[in-house]
């Protein structure tokens, strides 16, 4: 069974930076993007955060890339 591992909170522009870092090296990855989803639903969402999950047998292979933008955007 593959199962997911939340790696990164927060805004959908950030998340979508980090997902498309991922990509870059073939790490797929799963958006949870909640105001959105209550949007589309017809109802609103408390907070603007969204989440990143990947694959928890790419977490190795991510970790990297993971602390590289972490530091970048805390600059």
Known sequence: MREHIKIYTGTSILINRLAFLLNE???PSVIRDHPESGRLAGFGTLGYSSE????NSDIEKASGIIKKFKKEISK
Do not use: R, T
């Open 52 to 55: 990143l999950f990947i694959l």
């Open 25 to 27: 090296i073939s790490i």
